[in-house]
């Protein structure tokens, strides 16, 4: 079982960059660095959205056509931490950021149903 916590989020002016983190705290069962993690959305009224996600290794990644050559997703499994790096913000990126965790850590997948884990989210607003 693991606990996941995002921290990060922020008021940004359109143009500018946020890094987020999802901290992971392991509950019982595999370490954190066997899990893959995912990074999704969800916008005032809207559906929860997937933007990103990150193999157990770091290795591997996948984007959102939205956010793809803005957004960088990174892990340093030494801390139990993945990151979400954001740049070029846009107003439309506005939302609750939430990081999730899945087995294998070789999946990657864009599907919320995949995910067994979620972390509380954390807010991001980008004003124009």
């Known amino acids: 079982q693991v606990h996941l916590e995002e921290s990060g989020g922020g008021l940004v002016q359109a143009g500018g960059s946020l890094r987020l983190s999802c901290a992971a705290s392991?509950?019982?069962?595999?370490?954190?660095?066997?899990?893959?993690v995912g990074w999704f959305r969800q916008a005032p009224g809207k559906e929860r959205e997937f933007v990103a996600a990150?193999?157990?290794?770091?290795?591997?990644?996948l984007y959102a056509d939205s956010v793809k050559g803005r957004f960088a997703s990174s892990r340093d499994n030494a801390k139990n931490i993945v990151y979400l790096q954001m740049i070029s913000l846009k107003p439309e990126d506005t939302a609750d950021y939430y990081c999730?965790?899945?087995?294998?850590?070789?999946?990657?997948?864009?599907?919320?149903?995949?995910?067994?884990?979620w972390g509380q989210g954390t807010q991001v607003t980008v004003s124009s």
């Open positions: 392991i509950v019982s069962g595999r370490p954190f660095n066997s899990y893959a």
């Open positions: 999730a965790a899945v087995l294998p850590g070789n999946l990657l997948t864009f599907m919320i149903g995949d995910y067994n884990y």
């Open positions: 990150i193999t157990f290794s770091g290795e591997r990644t």
